[in-house]
């Protein structure tokens, strides 16, 4: 899996960010997000692309009897102990297509902006798919594919530097898409819906919820009004149908 996170520069300016500095009410998506959680007393959680640990933090005090959060980044996973230890969560340094996804092993997975950094999310699904108990919960939050398949991702600006419109291009073409973020650049996986839903449902979930629209808290702060312009984010959530073993 690609990882700007250990670049010094990159991880240093990302370490800037609002929802660097206070965790989870400073995230944008995490309005939206946060409603769609499953209750957590008493179940085993993995996080894939954790972070800083807020997630893992999250549902340790939501009652979660093990949590599991796994990152590619050495300093990810070092801020996430210094930030968000707990007795109840091991944090490991394991990239999500190298973790070995053992058979009905967790309660809910959860994935919050790690997954568009995956070339073979199908291949994810199917591992997430088989690690979930029956009836387990597959929570994720990837960028949405008209952003990943923007050009640059970014806006084309008149002259006063006002965002016009969104271009995007090569939408049908899956794979790399190379963007400027955070001083860096960046190397990102581009997935159509098509991909990701019918990815989900091929491996045997049912999706529940799905959600594009940021909270309106969030376009009503300065400078976040052209959110609702084009979506950024896409939420989902997924139940695993299968047989008790």
Same mark, same amino acid.
């Given at each position: 899996?690609?990882?700007? #996170? /250990? &670049?010094?520069?990159?991880? &240093? ?9 206070? %965790? +989870? ?8 997000? &946060? ?8 179940? /085993?959680? +993995?996080?894939?692309?954790?972070? #800083? ?9 939501? $009652?979660?009897?093990?949590?599991? %959060? ?14 968000? $230890? !707990?007795?109840?969560? =091991? #944090? ?7 973790? =070995? #996804?053992?058979?009905?092993?967790? @309660?809910?997975?959860?994935s919050n902006l790690a997954l568009h950094y995956i070339a073979d999310i199908g291949q994810i699904f199917a591992n997430i798919y088989r690690t979930l108990k029956p009836e387990g919960i597959f929570l994720f939050n990837i960028e949405h594919p008209v952003f990943?398949? *923007?050009? @640059?991702?970014?806006?084309?600006? !008149? ?9 995007? @291009?090569?939408?049908?073409?899956? %794979? ?12 990102? &996986? ?9 990815? +989900?449902? /091929? ?19 300065? *400078?976040?009004? @052209? ?19």
């Open positions: 899996m690609y990882n700007p #996170y /250990d &670049q010094d520069t990159f991880f &240093q300016e990302y370490a800037k960010m609002p929802r660097s500095r206070d %965790g +989870l009410p400073a995230a944008g998506e995490w309005g939206r997000l &946060q409603m769609l959680f499953p209750p957590l007393k008493g179940k /085993d959680v +993995l996080d894939l692309g954790c972070g #800083y640990g807020w997630h893992c933090k999250y549902a340790a005090e939501n $009652g979660a009897k093990k949590v599991l %959060g796994i990152d590619l980044s050495q300093k990810m996973i070092a801020e996430a102990e210094r930030r968000n $230890g !707990d007795s109840r969560i =091991t #944090y490991r340094v394991c990239g999500i297509a190298e973790y =070995t #996804y053992p058979e009905n092993r967790w @309660d809910c997975v959860i990943t398949a *923007g050009v @640059d991702q970014d806006w084309v600006y !008149d002259a006063d530097g006002k965002p016009m419109y969104w271009p995007i @291009d090569n939408y049908f073409i899956p %794979g790399e898409r190379k963007t400027h973020f955070l001083g860096c650049d960046v190397t990102k &996986q581009h997935h159509t819906l098509t991909q990701i839903f019918m990815g +989900l449902l /091929d491996c045997g979930f049912t999706i529940v919820a799905v959600e594009e629209e940021p909270p309106k808290e969030v376009t009503s702060l300065p *400078g976040m009004e @052209d959110e609702l312009r084009r979506p950024m984010m896409l939420l989902v959530k997924a139940v695993a149908k299968k047989e008790a073993p």
